[in-house]
Nanobody, 119 residues
Framework: QVQLVESGGGLVQAGGSLRLSCVAS????????MAWFRQAPGKEREFVAR?????????RYADDVKGRFTISGDSAKNTVSLQMNSLKPGDTAVYYC???????????WGQGTQVTVSS
């Protein structure tokens, strides 16, 4: 069973930056899409960003992170990263890495990493 392991969360002041990383445990794991989601207290989990893993690396972002967050991948290291700049208190959430193997479903999820942005 493939495991996704996130790292890089923490506490940062508004306007600061953090970089999250997610590593897949099996080198042979080749999903279609890798993505980041987040869940704030009392809210549902929401999409943040995704990258097309099995193609040309096309990316997509949620509207409220466009221009501030950048998703990138290193297929040789089976790692996907999320560079988060100009962080706002509203970005505070648990951030999850996810992988999509079959169309329409994210079958694999990491355990989550906490990001807290103070004002």
């Amino acid at each position: 069973q493939v495991q996704l392991v996130e790292s890089g969360g923490g506490l940062v002041q508004a306007g600061g930056s953090l970089r999250l990383s997610c590593v897949a445990s099996e080198y042979t794991f080749k999903p279609r899409v890798m993505a980041w989601f987040r869940q704030a207290p009392g809210k549902e989990r929401e999409f943040v960003a995704r990258i097309w893993w099995n193609g040309d690396g096309t990316t997509r972002y949620a509207d409220d992170v466009k221009g501030r967050f950048t998703i990138s991948g290193d297929s040789a290291k089976n790692t996907v990263s999320l560079q988060m700049n100009s962080l706002k208190p509203g970005d505070t959430a648990v951030y999850y890495c996810a992988a999509q193997v079959n169309v329409g479903n994210y079958e694999y999820w990491g355990q989550g990493t906490q990001v807290t942005v103070s004002s």
